[in-house]
Structure formats: C-alpha cells, structure tokens
C-alpha cells in the first residue's frame, strides 16, 4: 500500500495569506495526485487532478504542484470561503487519501 | 445534470446487514468507475473500492477486502455497498463518488469529480 502523509496536519492563516500544504508518498506515484476541498457536514470537493490540473470551475487561485513522491497545493491568496480542510488522493496503487490538513481563521 | 443519489440514514444493530445505494443520473452510467469512501467521525476519508458497471470489474482496497461488498445494478444505474454483519465500528458516513479521467500527454489521469451526499450509517445496540 502507498501511504500518502500531509503536513501541516492544521494552520492558521488570515484572509489574503499564502498557504502551502505538503503531501508525501511512501512511493513514487507519477504525478497520479489528486487534491480536494472538504467543509463540514459536505463531500470533498474536487480541486486539482493530475497534480497540477485545476479542474473547471475551481478559481485559479488554488495551484499544484510536484512529482515523484513530493507534492504541494497552494493557495496565492487565503480567501473566506477556502477555510476547510484539504485532502490529496493518490490513483497509481489502487487509491488512498491522506490524512488532512485544516486551514482555520487566525 | 450528473448527479450521485444516495439513500437516506440508517440506524442498525450490531450484527445486522445492511445495503445503501447510489443512484446515477445525468451521464452514461456504464462507463464510469464509481468509488466508494467511508469517513468515521472526525476523521479523514477512507479509500474502500469501486466498481466499473460496464463489465462490474471491482477492485477493494485491502482494509475493506472481506469486509464490504460492493455492487451495481446497471438497469437502474444504482451502484450499491453493502454489509452482511455490521459492527459499531462501521459507524460512519459513506459517499459514492464517480472517478474522471482526463487524457495529459500520453497518460489518463484520475479524480472524483461528482459525489453523493453521504449516507450516515449509526451502528449502535
């Protein structure tokens, strides 16, 4: 099994911040990374595909990127909406998702 | 619209069985591997399997292998997960979630672009 590890596990940012957050697998996975938006009481919410593919509708805000086992998604400019907890999932062995990173209000 | 229905809340008995369903709606049901995700309380999602309806190709992640069935029913585009003894711990929310493919480059690419509400499923004596 790919292990797939996040880090920050959680962050305080404010409004405007640049915010970056770390997805490490146990293993090489291609670029096969995908990363979601998930609020609460709500399904996760695509945001990038491919590693660094935003997907349509997802405000350009929100980047990827990354490759062999180190990868990252960003966010230029922390807005109210974007406080949430992010998820990567990776497709290269079956599928995992890692353990979550909370953005709160500071 | 692509839509993922899923059935409503359920409250079971450890040792009962149980069955949820994800009806699909707005797309050609058939060739589109669904997902299936467990997320306990106050945890991260959990990657449990999917089945490709086409040809009901089904692949379980190794926590869920034995534990779960998944399914789907092509006539009613109804992909289903279910338990035959359920345990407290499976408390939990279960979401479907259909998986896109996008051609980069040379290579298809992969993410779950739609998804169901969530069923809560409360396992409790």
């Known amino acids: 099994d790919i292990q797939l590890t996040q880090s920050p596990s959680f962050l305080s940012a404010s409004v405007g911040d640049r915010v970056t957050i770390s997805c490490r697998a146990s293993?090489?996975?291609?670029?096969?990374l995908a990363w979601y938006q998930q609020k609460p009481g709500k399904a996760p919410k695509l945001l990038i595909y491919a590693a660094s593919t935003l997907q349509s509708g997802v405000p350009s805000r929100f980047s990827g990127s990354g490759s062999g086992t180190e990868y990252t998604l960003t966010v230029s400019s922390l807005q109210p909406e974007d406080f949430a907890t992010y998820y990567c999932?990776?497709?290269?062995?079956?599928?995992?998702f890692g353990g979550g990173t909370k953005v709160e209000i500071k | 619209e692509v839509q993922l229905v899923q059935s409503g809340a359920e409250l079971k008995k450890p040792g009962e069985s149980l069955k949820i369903s994800c009806k699909a709606s707005g797309y050609i049901f058939i060739t589109y591997w669904i997902g299936w995700v467990r997320q306990m309380p106050g945890k991260g999602p959990e990657w449990m399997g999917m089945?490709?309806?086409?040809?009901?190709?089904?692949r379980y992640s190794p926590s869920f292998q034995g534990q779960v069935t998944i399914s789907a029913d092509k006539s009613t585009s109804t992909a289903f997960l279910e338990w035959s003894s359920l345990k407290a711990s499976d408390t939990a929310v279960y979401f479907c979630a259909r998986r896109q493919q996008w051609l980069v480059g040379d290579y298809y690419f992969y993410g779950m672009d739609v998804w169901g509400h969530g069923t809560m499923v409360t396992v409790s004596s």
């Open positions: 089945i490709y309806p086409g040809d009901s190709d089904i």
């Open positions: 293993q090489g996975i291609a670029g096969y």
């Open positions: 999932q990776q497709f290269k062995s079956n599928s995992q």
